[in-house]
């Protein structure tokens, strides 16, 4: 699985969109595990086939993080969780506001919890326990109701709006999947081996080798994301990000790395 890397959710966050202060709120500087009084910083990610689990509800995080106050198994102490096995994760220090996840092993940086689509459509379905998901779900529908009344175009992509938007991003991913596969099947350091430094790839073939994306308001670069490596019926955003799934609760939080698949409706649609 690629590794979640900081500077990714970084770039998210001064992009824009709705995905965005509040995760600040989370972020603990200093490269160090967050101490007594802290939170741990909540994101989202949406990796497409490098996301384990099929991308099922979960979370990754450092392994700094693991055995801590703020991740261990459940009904102990300090014990490891271990990957594919369900984990008690804490939000804050002391033991609170926990619950219990599946983890998928390490990917972001320091002091993160980075949960999929997936979990946030589960725990977004109520109301959390936990304050902070709680605040964090209100802050998604709230986003999400911002896409009321467009047409949701990975949903129903046959609509005569989304025809543009949906055979670029179609072919573009059928474009790049067989090059996605080469780079898996030859191995990642053979196949860059082949290529000149704008065609390499990097994190497990799903990402660019050299930065083409932004820059952003702060003058930061990054690796995108790459067309082939998001799954079927799922579509890069607009700045190599995330996968867009169609799924408007979670597109919604990623503000304008998905708005495109959302278009105003034609009078003869049929949403």
């Known amino acids: 699985m690629m590794l979640r890397l900081f500077s990714l959710g970084l770039i998210a966050l001064f992009i824009g969109g709705c995905a965005s202060w509040d995760a600040l709120h989370f972020w603990n500087p200093g490269g160090r595990v967050a101490d007594r009084g802290e939170q741990i910083r909540v994101t989202m990610y949406s990796d497409g086939a490098s996301c384990p689990g099929g991308c099922d509800s979960h979370v990754v995080f450092d392994a700094d993080l693991n055995g801590t106050e703020f991740a261990h198994l459940p009904n102990s102490t300090a014990s490891k969780c271990r990957k594919g096995e369900m984990c008690e994760i804490c939000l804050m220090s002391k033991r609170r506001q926990c619950l219990e996840v599946m983890y998928r092993g390490g990917g972001p940086d320091q002091n993160t919890f980075d949960f999929t689509p997936a979990f946030f459509q589960e725990v977004c379905a109520s109301t959390p326990a936990q304050e902070i998901l709680s605040e964090r779900c ?110 408007q609760l979670t597109d919604a939080w990623l503000g304008p790395e998905c708005r495109a698949f959302y278009v105003p409706p034609t009078t003869t649609s049929t949403r």
């Open 138 to 247: 209100r802050k998604m529908h709230q986003a999400e109701a911002s896409l009321s009344g467009l047409t949701n175009c990975i949903a129903v992509p046959g609509s005569p709006e989304c025809a543009p938007v949906i055979l670029k991003a179609r072919n573009d991913r059928t474009a790049d999947l067989p090059i996605y596969e080469k780079c898996l099947g030859i191995g990642q350091d053979k196949f860059n081996r082949q290529k000149p430094l704008a065609a390499q790839r990097s994190l497990n073939c799903a990402y660019e080798a050299k930065g083409t994306g932004g820059p952003n308001s702060r003058g930061t670069k990054w690796r995108k994301l790459l067309p082939g490596a998001c799954r079927e019926g799922t579509f890069v955003g607009r700045d190599g990000l995330d996968c867009c799934s169609g799924v």
